[in-house]
């Protein structure tokens, strides 16, 4: 009986030991893990491609960004594409939790290109478009949009009248300045006909210049001479972020004239017409030289430091900028607020600007 006993007791740790043995196989050859993809920003990427190397299988991030996956034993690296950014390579390891982190593609070959009616990316497209991120735009402060556009665009014309501070008025052209019939580039922005003039450039997500037929095909005879079309910046899925920016600077002239008095002014015209033999005091008196000297009578005879009477030492510029913006899969906002108040080099006037920027994206839900 004992050796009975003993059989079937070592029987059943053996089967025990056969069992445990087999499901640490079965673990080891699968495992989970889940993630979200987001780009520089910490904006989530809904629509991102993750490849697991060695498998078949392609995920595709949902409206949050985020993924899950049934890993085999032998995967250990992800491969994660998005448009627009460069793909890049995660290793495994132990984390089932992952964040991944995609930068912007500086080659441009994925960049997209927002054609009016759909967007592309530039490798597909067959028509003359340039395409200016807002990042670029925003390297040189600039506060209009048509100033930061100036030197960056082949072929494009920018032409400034006026000269009071933040009150300067632009005129486009893409094909030069002697245009057929004169016409003007067509602005776009965000699908309307509208101004340069309205735009804050830290509200700008991406400017497209079309230049060839392709941009004629929707707004006809308007843009013959080509279309500008500005695009500002969106809401997407994230958690609420608040933006602020401020910028304030100081400005100098490098040389100021230097002035003489009119007494030193009326001395000196007296002495070259002495040089060319007329005499002493031949255009002015002993006299009017003192009252100029002497500031006796004003409106008779002034003595005023133009250049100080109406310019000032120095010039401030305050830019406030500040935005707010995120959403959920269903709805997205983004709002902002800009100032701007720049100091005229007269003492006579400043300038004042506010721009504001409100969008609210909600998609269609359908109940059945």
Not at 40 to 58: C, F, K, Q, W, Y
Not at 313 to 324: E, G, K, M, W
């Amino acid at each position: 009986m004992d050796i009975m006993r003993k059989y079937y007791i070592s029987k059943f740790f053996a089967l025990s030991v056969i069992l445990m043995m087999n499901l640490n196989l079965i673990n080891a050859q699968s495992r989970s893990i889940k993630g979200y993809v987001c780009n520089d920003s910490g904006d989530r990427l809904p629509g991102a491609i993750v490849r697991l190397v060695g498998e078949d299988d392609n995920i595709i991030t949902d409206a949050n960004g985020e993924f899950s996956a049934e890993l085999s034993n032998g995967t250990k690296y992800l491969l994660v594409e998005y448009v627009g950014y460069s793909t890049k390579k995660i290793k495994i390891n132990d984390k089932l939790n992952l964040y991944v982190k995609l930068d912007r593609d500086v080659s441009n070959k994925y960049q997209e290109v927002n054609l009016i009616k759909d967007v592309r990316p530039s490798y597909s497209v067959g028509g003359s478009a340039i395409v200016i991120t807002g990042d670029e735009l925003r390297k040189t402060h600039n506060h209009h949009l048509a100033a930061a556009l100036a030197g960056r665009v082949p072929g494009l014309y920018v032409k400034t009248t006026g000269n009071e501070p933040s009150k300067e008025t632009y005129s486009l052209n893409i094909r030069g300045a002697s245009t057929v019939n004169g016409r003007a580039t067509l602005i776009l922005i965000d699908g309307m006909i509208g101004s340069l003039d309205n735009v804050n450039v830290n509200d700008v997500e991406s400017v497209t210049i079309m230049k060839d037929a392709s941009s004629s095909v929707l707004y006809g005879m308007q843009a013959a001479a080509g279309i500008i079309y500005v695009k500002t910046k969106r809401g997407g899925v994230s958690a609420p972020s608040i933006n602020v920016d401020v910028n304030y600077t100081l400005q100098n002239a490098i040389v100021r004239p230097k002035m003489i008095s009119s007494g030193d002014y009326a001395t000196m015209i007296n002495q070259a017409w002495k040089n060319d033999g007329f005499g002493d005091y031949y255009i002015y008196s002993q006299d009017e030289i003192d009252n100029y000297y002497n500031g006796t009578d004003r409106n008779l005879y002034p003595n005023n430091n133009w250049y100080d009477m109406f310019m000032k030492d120095v010039v401030q510029t305050q830019n406030i900028y500040t935005s707010a913006h995120g959403g959920t899969k269903y709805v997205k906002y983004y709002a902002s607020l800009g100032y701007m108040h720049q100091d005229s080099p007269f003492k006579t006037a400043d300038a004042l600007k506010l721009t504001v920027l409100t969008d609210l994206t909600s998609d269609r839900m359908w109940i059945s």
